[in-house]
């Protein structure tokens, strides 16, 4: 069973809001979740980390990919470096992992 079926990145707070642990890869191609790095998910974000750009950049394709309007997407910490947790509102924890095991056939 992978990290990603089993997602020790995944956790719920008392809200019932997910937190999601990530680590960034900040000048890549393409943005998009390309797996695990240790017990956070990876995520390659297309955009620079100047002036939050990367930070922008990573919650809009995560609210696309999610469904989501990028408001229900909040970065908790972590906004200057690449180890982030993020909130996420408005998804169940079922649905957040069965779209993004979908990502990796």
């Known amino acids: 069973m992978s990290t ?3 997602a020790p990145w995944l956790g719920q707070d008392k809200t019932g ?3 999601l642990s990530v680590h960034a890869q900040p000048g890549a191609k393409r943005t998009k979740i390309v ?3 240790g017990e956070r998910l990876k995520i390659a974000v297309a955009s620079p980390p100047v002036d939050g ?3 922008q950049a990573l919650i809009k394709a995560l609210a696309k990919d999610l469904g989501l309007a990028k408001r229900d997407i909040t970065i908790l910490s972590g906004e200057t470096g690449r180890e982030k947790r993020l909130r996420i509102e408005n998804l169940s924890k079922d649905d957040l992992l069965a779209l993004i095991v979908a990502q990796f056939p």
Do not use: P, V
Request: aromatic share 0%; no cysteine.
């Open 53 to 55: 750009k990367a930070n």
């Open 35 to 37: 797996g695990t790095h």
């Open 17 to 19: 809001a997910l937190t």
């Open 4 to 6: 990603i079926e089993t």
